[in-house]
Antibody, heavy 118, light 110 residues
Framework: EVQLVESGGGLVQPGGSLRLSCAASGFTFSSLWMSWIRQAPGKGLEWVAS????????YYVDSVKGRFTISRDNAKNSLYLQMNSLRVEDTAVYYC???????????WGQGTLVTVSS | QSVLTQPPSVSAAPGQKVTISCSGSSSNIGNNYISWYQQLPGTAPKLLIYDNNKRPSGIPDRFSGSKSGTSATLGITGLQTGDEADYHCGAWDSSLSGVVFGGGTKLTVL
């Protein structure tokens, strides 16, 4: 059974940093692209970032470029999202997803809430 | 404001059929596959349709997808109260080099 479990969310002040983690199991993690998708309260989905199987390619939505970094550790079956210079508008539930490039996401974690507020 | 356009809400009676539209452009829906996701209240989204009209294992054939030009449609037949959810469309956007989504459509089964 495929499982994706996020952790690391919480309350942070504007300008602060947070690192999200996603523990994957039930599939060969090193063989698949992975992504982060977020959903602001009461809003639609927004793709944030994607990373290739071996980490050699990374893609970001324009609004997080230069602030967020996606990475993975295939030895630990883990996906990460380092978020720096956080803004109020980054407040959202962040989902770890398994990606079938280039366009769909076949498994989602339960999400972790990031709240950016003073 | 979302790149793909969906109606905010749709409604229909149990047993009836409903369609949800998703409109885009040549850089996304027009030249790339579309996918649909169902998000039940308080839960994570779940893949419903991929590659325009394919259903993952376990998704009933009451759910169908189609695409024409720069628009796509999700169809649900034999509506059940358990189908009440938000439905999201998504597609790769070649101009933005990223995946774009619609704003989501809330389905109410009256």
């Amino acid at each position: 059974e495929v499982q994706l479990v996020e952790s690391g969310g919480g309350l942070v002040q504007p300008g602060g940093s947070l690192r999200l983690s996603c523990a994957a199991s039930g599939f060969t993690f090193s063989s698949l692209w992975m992504s982060w998708i977020r959903q602001a309260p009461g809003k639609g989905l927004e793709w944030v970032a994607s990373i290739k199987e071996d980490g050699s390619e990374k893609y970001y939505v324009d609004s997080v470029k230069g602030r967020f970094t996606i990475s993975r550790d295939n030895a630990k079956n883990s996906l990460y999202l380092q978020m720096n210079s956080l803004r109020v508008e980054d407040t959202a539930v962040y989902y770890c997803t398994r990606m079938r490039p280039p366009q769909y996401f076949d498994y989602w974690g339960q999400g972790t809430l990031v709240t950016v507020s003073s | 404001q979302s790149v793909l356009t969906q109606p905010p809400s749709v409604s229909a009676a149990p047993g009836q059929k409903v369609t949800i539209s998703c409109s885009g452009s040549s850089s996304n829906i027009g030249n790339n596959y579309i996918s649909w996701y169902q998000q039940l209240p308080g839960t994570a989204p779940k893949l419903l349709i991929y590659d325009n009209n394919k259903r993952p294992s376990g998704i009933p054939d009451r759910f169908s997808g189609s695409k024409s030009g720069t628009s796509a449609t999700l169809g649900i037949t034999g509506l059940q109260t358990g189908d009440e959810a938000d439905y999201h469309c998504g597609a790769w956007d070649s101009s933005l080099s990223g995946v774009v989504f619609g704003g989501g459509t809330k389905l109410t089964v009256l």
